[in-house]
């Protein structure tokens, strides 16, 4: 895994970074996991704009991901090494014993032809999915449950990684790709390993256009707009626009909006780092 750059034949290419995809193995998905997914263009169910920016790109059909790993203690071989063009990170088509197929998140370091399991019987080595109750104290993990059997709702972009710190009672400690410290219940899965392509942060578009392909459109400044649209907005001359905030006049910088009374704050030890 690693970044490719190219030779400046034109000015988008200049200072243009992508990733080499020296880890993928097949250009074609499994059949079977693959669904069609419609694009909102971010609009909602009555066809009213919700979510600005998005529009457009290239159309891509949805890979359907394991990610609650439940075929406790049947081995799987990974098969493939494959690019999703819904996530960030690099996906791994493993075949039980039993003939069935599933694709996992690719843990950094995959290996065509490796074994992997999940289940109390799995031993903690790389791609494998076991309790935090099994998993060594300073193991690094990802695709972490939050409740037992909800499925992988933690450390699941490219590069991302949790580690295991403690336990105490039922709880396990872990410390958060965030810098947040917090417990979670020891009966709760988590995968061996951190996600693959760890360089994707790394990458440069290199022009608009590329940004455009992933559905992302042209965004205007919150200062260039008039009052009406936004609270900074609006000034004779190029104003600075004030205090910085949300267009629905949430301060942007420092401001906490988590709600104080949430029942899952007894579970966080340390905040995530400024």
Known sequence: ???RKYRPLTPSLRYK?????????????EKSLVVSAKSSGGRNNSGKMTVR???????????????KREKDGIEGTVTTVEYDPNRSARIALVVYK?????????????????????G????PEVGNTLFLSDIPLGTIIHNIELRPGQGA???????????????????????MPSGEVRMILI???ATIGAVSNPDHNLEVHGKA?????????????????????????????????????SRKGIPAKGYKTRYPKKSSNKHIIERRKK
Not at 19 to 24: G, K, L, P, R
Not at 239 to 245: N, Q
Request: with cysteine; aromatic share 6%.
């Open 1 to 3: 895994m690693g970044l």
């Open 17 to 29: 970074l992508s990733a080499d995809f020296a880890e993928i193995t097949a250009s074609k998905p």
């Open 53 to 67: 920016y998005i529009g457009g790109g290239h159309k891509k059909a949805y890979r359907i991901i394991d990610f």
């Open 98 to 118: 039993d003939g069935e197929k599933r694709y996992i998140i690719a843990p950094n370091g995959l290996q065509v032809g490796q074994k992997v399991m999940s």
């Open 120 to 123: 109390s019987k799995a031993a």
């Open 153 to 175: 709702a933690l450390a699941r972009s490219a590069g991302t990684y949790a580690q295991l710190t403690a336990r105490e009672g039922k709880y396990a400690v872990l410390r």
């Open 187 to 189: 009966t709760c899965k």
């Open 209 to 245: 256009g590329r940004r455009r392909w992933l559905g992302r459109r042209p965004r205007n400044r919150p200062v260039a707009m008039n009052p009406v649209d936004h609270p900074m907005g609006g000034g004779e001359g190029r104003a600075s626009g004030g205090h910085p905030r």
